[in-house]
């Protein structure tokens, strides 16, 4: 019937309520307290307004402040806050964009001169006005033309109203002084935003186009009750001080060179170390595991990237075209590669397989570029050269869950039981933008499922998140102050196997297609080691510190002592450093703490004459213990042995 909606909720059950009845009207029917807690609604899978009519016949569930997806509800109503307060304070202030992001919201703004400190104090300040004068939202959809007029003085908003399609319902929201160009949905009021916080102004360009005028974008955060926001501010503290950026410098870790260029890391010697540590480590784990190392070229001609499919679909994230080099025809274009895929098929492809030779596991730490824009490089944790743990592994289809099983023990080897992380694994399914058929995808896909399935994982399913040419396993995990990290990918392939026309020789003598996996461990070790900078705080475990042992005489006197120390410590093939400056033992001991080396080894007099050390171990404050030289080595060598997360002395 016309005047009635008939309304299916999550468990299946169905409602009817009067046409033109809201969101809110339906979870008033459920219950006072659903109604209370109501922030928006899921109708047909879309979240919108909780006051919007709902259409007949669609299936409707309740967002209260537990669903991740209010909390973006909330933050984008917030950033509608902020502008309101910035129109007030800043009448002629341009708008631009205001969408939630992790954990808070920004809001770019056309203004003479940057936001300042005391603008953000009072701009936050003038929000608690606005949130306090609980204007509702109220949604409106107007004509092109109308919303033309609305924001003839916007010109920011008119281009957006240009780039819309020509069926895009267009809708505006306002809340009290302030109107938006927006798709919504928001909160009731601007009472319902309590919570929140600015954080910092930033420069950004308009619609991220380094062409365009700058913006200047505030950041801030927002939050259904005060414990979450008062917890999300430490944790911001907390991540503060660990930021890779500064530990990096502070320990000379790594740079960054304006003469070179952004996203191209310098690696000094102290973070070169680490680097190679992980690199020895890893290498240890995959030759024991039937791998083997290849080197191959940095750049390439272009065809072989037009073969493999990346040119054109991946082409934005590579870097242009060079010349041919001198002797080669002017039409040959060069690209530096952005990954290795299609080298190592050709390491492959270079001499007859047979079914006995599978899986052929080819592994390289290989530099690849990407052509990254410049205004989202961060330090180590996105740059545009990357050095990636790689391995490409070419193997028949019923070896897949087997090789899935060998990919995930080196994955709790080396992310669970080397570096204690606690890991979960997402299934990433086919993205919109794919090659292959839909018949390909579900087979890869099934692949890596049932490989999950089997070794009885629990998981979760990434829908559209895989790679362009297959489904991928990625493993994720949490940091030391919890926040989350992507770690090890797990890559399964049918189509670049199909385009390079690989082939093996079955026990039926006739050619095979080989099947392809691609991996990566730490991911890249920019990434990883930027992680491990702020996960550890700079303050490493003993076989990746760069300094493992700092030997520190008391005086001049047990100078030639220290040095014998110094030289029996590094003979058994750890890092020492002696510092015999001249500066006071107190200064020394507070240096070595600062630069987080694991283990200072003091000599005094009665070590000298004892063939002892009095060794302080990192974070045990001034407790230290007085050793024999040897029984110290012996310890440490254990500890670097068993890759010991703790310390051992
Ligand atoms: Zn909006
Ligand atoms: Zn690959």
Redesign the pocket.
């Known amino acids: 019937m016309a005047n009635e909606l008939h309304i299916t909720l999550p468990d299946g059950s169905t409602r009817v309520l009067p046409a033109g009845a809201t969101a809110r009207d339906l979870a008033a029917q459920i219950g006072p307290g659903l109604a209370k807690a109501a922030i928006a609604a899921r109708v047909n899978g879309e979240v919108r307004d909780l006051d919007r009519p709902l259409p007949d016949g669609v299936s409707v569930s309740i967002l209260t402040d537990k669903d991740p997806q209010a909390l973006d509800v909330l933050r984008?109503s917030a950033?509608?806050v902020l502008a309101t307060a910035v129109r007030q304070l800043f009448p002629k202030a341009g708008i631009g964009f205001?969408p939630p992001i992790e954990d808070g919201f920004y809001y770019d703004f056309e203004v003479e001169r940057p936001f300042g400190p005391e603008d953000l104090e009072a701009i936050e300040n003038k929000m608690a006005e606005v949130a306090k004068a609980d204007h509702p939202f109220v949604r409106e959809e107007v004509s092109r033309e109308e919303a033309k007029r609305r924001f003839k003085d916007d010109p920011l908003k008119l281009e957006r109203i240009d780039d819309l399609g020509a069926n895009e319902v267009i809708s505006v929201?306002t809340d009290g002084p302030f109107v938006?160009l927006?798709?919504?949905p928001h909160v009731a009021s601007t009472g319902k935003v309590k919570h929140f916080k600015l954080l910092h102004g930033a420069g950004a360009y308009w619609r991220g186009d380094e062409r365009r005028q700058m913006l200047q974008r505030i950041y801030g955060t927002a939050w259904f009750t005060k414990d979450d926001l008062d917890a999300y501010l430490r944790r911001l503290e907390e991540a503060r001080k660990r930021d890779h950026r500064v530990i990096g410098k502070a320990l000379d870790l790594f740079s960054i060179q304006e003469d070179v260029g952004p996203g191209l890391i310098f690696w000094h010697p102290k973070g070169a170390m680490i680097n190679f540590q992980l690199r020895r480590f890893i290498e240890d784990v995959i030759l024991a595991r039937g791998y083997q190392l290849v080197y191959t070229p940095h750049v390439t001609r272009e065809q072989l990237f037009l073969r493999s499919g990346h040119l054109p679909l991946y082409a934005e994230n590579q870097f242009p075209p060079m010349a041919a080099g001198e002797g080669e025809s002017e039409e040959v274009k060069y690209r530096v590669k952005p990954m290795n895929c299609p080298m190592h098929i050709l390491v492959y492809a270079s001499q007859q397989r047979s079914y006995r030779d599978l899986p052929i596991r080819l592994a390289e730490i290989a530099n690849v570029y990407r052509n990254e824009r410049s205004g989202t490089l961060h330090g180590m944790l996105r740059v545009r050269g990357l050095s990636m743990d790689d391995a490409h592994i070419f193997l028949r289809e019923d070896q897949i869950t087997d090789e899935i099983f060998a990919l995930l023990d080196i994955v709790d080897l080396v992310l669970g039981k080397t570096f204690g992380l606690a890991y979960r694994l997402d299934l990433a399914t086919r993205p919109l933008k794919k090659l292959g058929d839909d018949q390909m995808w579900d087979v890869a896909e099934r692949g890596l499922e049932d490989a999950l399935k089997r070794r009885g994982l629990t998981y979760r399913i990434d829908h559209g998140g895989g790679a362009f040419y297959g489904p991928k396993i990625d493993v994720k995990f949490n940091d030391a102050i919890g926040r989350e990290w992507q770690g090890a990918t797990i890559q399964l392939d049918y189509e670049l196997p199909e385009r390079f026309k690989l082939e093996y020789t079955g026990t039926d003598n006739t050619a095979h297609r080989p099947v392809m996996i691609h991996r990566a461990i730490y991911g890249t070790l920019e990434r990883f080691v930027g992680f491990l900078i702020e996960h550890f705080a700079g303050a490493f475990p003993l076989w990746l510190a760069p300094e493992q042992v700092r030997v520190l005489p008391i005086s001049d006197g047990q100078l030639e002592a220290a040095r014998r120390v110094a030289e029996t410590l590094t003979q058994a093939g750890l890092r020492v450093h002696l510092d015999d400056r001249n500066d006071t033992l107190n200064y020394r001991v507070r240096d070595g703490e600062l630069m987080k080396v694991p283990y200072l080894a003091v000599v005094g007099q009665r070590e000298a004459d004892n063939g002892t050390v009095a060794v302080r171990a990192r974070g045990a404050g001034k407790k230290q213990e007085v050793l024999p030289v040897g029984d110290f080595v012996e310890r440490l060598r254990q500890e670097v042995h068993t890759r010991s997360l703790t310390p051992l002395v």
């Open positions: 984008h950033a509608h205001g929201y938006d927006c798709r919504g």
